[in-house]
């Protein structure tokens, strides 16, 4: 199943949100943004320490673990209001498994970790509080293999576990104490969008933002430093690292605008040529790309970008491989004619998916979707079944199943599917989507209006989720059960609230 991604633009409301916080009336609130060249790479040729720099400790200016996770969960949900997250079950299950993979490898994990995927062609990737990592899409275009994705990914999660937002924001409470919720959304909007951040740096930048810029130049080497270490403990091919940042600097000579990553991740020849050195010294490692990363790949590039000269030559590419690769590229030309409406000409080439690889859930996913196309969903949620049951608990099939059982008017069906579902996965937004649908057409009110609510409060609108919730409560009988969950979830809903005041 494809997720509704609604289109980019709405940026501008998350600007609009975090600027109205003060944070752009200061000019030392963007200090935290880093762009130019490294004047004196003085960090060169020191050993990496991969433990935690000294957190200040004086009372109040330090931000403690906790404290970054709630913020993180703010940011995450206002994220889901402005920007176009992909919320596809098979990408979040890729780069999630990948991603964890790569922290299992990292040291000083303090939080847990989260990868999110945004639909932006522009190349970058940012982390922010609480073990948030976003990716642009446009990132799979610009990689050729995984381990160069992978190595964007170590980079990101040595950010985090280096806690350098949190250091950032430690220092620039020093230097001009503000509001927690100021310097966050001074940060954020460096990291949200470089272009707004630029020009409002470049209009302002005064002397006593110089060393700041190169104290985040320092926090560049450390991420690269331990995330090349990261990235060679997961067995990823380390050179992917220089050969990626290599990429980046070309494309940034060529074009006539830098990509957006080198904003966000300013790239002075020291940290190629460190980079270079360091892949240098570490083993060889020759490491094909898994299919999953090839399926990724070809899916991000036929379903989520509008252009498919991209998507037409990494199939084209693909097709002259081995065997993975040639199932890969027949994935990408059965999601094509599924696109282009030709279901049946989509089928003959999902059966061959199949019956290669039968359990395999980006074909499972493909074959639903033709199926429901094909107005034949009872067949789809029959292969589901059989395929859920052998695996258990895999996001992607459960989600699809129940797709399958609303759209072929299996309702009873669904509804303790996803239930169940919901339960074991609040943050995710599809399972409350389709909760919401099937109790509605189930004509179970106070059911479809509660999901609702966990949809909005995904998206960080609490006031409605509150509201639904009220009204849900109020369609049911006094005092009982389910009246005291809805009213127990407004409770908690009021505690976010305060919560999240801190950050606005
Ligand atoms: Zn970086």
Redesign the pocket.
């Known amino acids: 199943m494809k997720t509704k991604v609604f289109k980019p633009g709405a940026y501008a409301t998350i600007l609009c949100a975090l600027c109205t916080g003060g944070a752009f009336a200061s000019t030392s609130t963007v200090s935290s943004f880093h762009y130019q060249d490294d004047p004196a790479s003085h960090f060169a040729g020191q050993p990496v320490l991969e433990t935690l720099p000294e957190m200040g400790t004086s009372a109040g200016s330090t931000l403690s673990v906790a404290q970054e996770i709630k913020m993180g969960d703010y940011y995450v949900r206002q994220m889901r209001a402005a920007t176009p997250i992909i919320d596809d079950p098979l990408l979040v299950e890729y780069l999630n498994h990948l991603g964890q993979n790569l922290v299992s490898q990292a040291k000083s994990v303090r939080t847990p970790f989260h990868f999110y995927l945004v639909n932006n062609n522009e190349l970058n990737a940012y982390a922010f509080f609480g073990g948030n990592v976003v990716l642009h899409t446009g990132l799979f275009a610009a990689t050729e293999d995984e381990s160069q994705l992978a190595s964007v990914m170590a980079?990101?999660i040595s950010?985090v576990t280096q806690r350098h937002l949190a250091r950032a924001m430690e220092d620039q409470q020093k230097n001009s104490p503000l509001t927690w919720g100021g310097a966050f959304g001074a940060i954020l909007l460096a990291t949200a969008s470089p272009q707004a951040g630029m020009a409002a740096l470049t209009s302002t930048l005064a002397g006593s933002q110089q060393g700041m810029i190169s104290f985040t130049q320092a926090?560049?080497q450390e991420?690269d430093r331990i995330g090349i270490q990261v990235l060679q403990r997961a067995g990823f091919n380390p050179q992917a690292m220089p050969l990626f940042l290599q990429k980046l600097a070309d494309k940034s000579s060529f074009a006539s605008k830098p990509p957006e990553m080198l904003l966000?991740?300013p790239l002075p020849e020291s940290r190629l040529s460190d980079m270079r050195n360091r892949a240098n010294q570490m083993p060889a490692v020759v490491r094909a790309s898994s299919l999953d990363f090839m399926l990724a790949k070809v899916r991000v590039l036929t379903m989520y970008s509008e252009d498919q000269t991209v998507a037409d030559e990494y199939i084209n590419t693909l097709n002259a491989g081995q065997a993975d690769e040639v199932l890969a590229a027949r994935y990408g030309s059965a999601i094509q004619s599924y696109q282009a409406k030709k279901y049946d000409q989509a089928d003959v080439a999902i059966r061959k998916l199949l019956s290669a690889s039968p359990g395999n859930a980006w074909f499972l996913d493909i074959a639903t979707d033709n199926d429901i196309a094909r107005k034949k969903a009872g067949q789809a949620a029959q292969r589901l079944e059989k395929a859920n049951a052998a695996t258990k608990n895999n996001p992607v099939l459960i989600l699809n199943l129940a797709n399958a059982e609303i759209e072929s008017g299996m309702y009873a069906k669904a509804d303790p599917l996803l239930a169940a579902y919901t339960f074991a996965h609040p943050s995710e937004p599809n399972g409350w989507e389709m909760l919401r649908k099937v109790s509605a057409l189930e004509g179970y009110r106070s059911k479809e209006l509660a999901a609702w609510a966990e949809s909005r409060a995904l998206k960080g609108d609490l006031e409605q989720a509150i509201e639904l919730l009220t009204q849900a409560s109020g369609i049911l009988p006094k005092g009982s059960l389910e009246q005291q969950k809805y009213l127990a979830r407004i409770d908690q809903f009021r505690d976010l609230q305060r919560a999240f005041k801190n950050y606005k």
């Open positions: 980079h990101e950010h926090n560049e991420a966000t991740h």
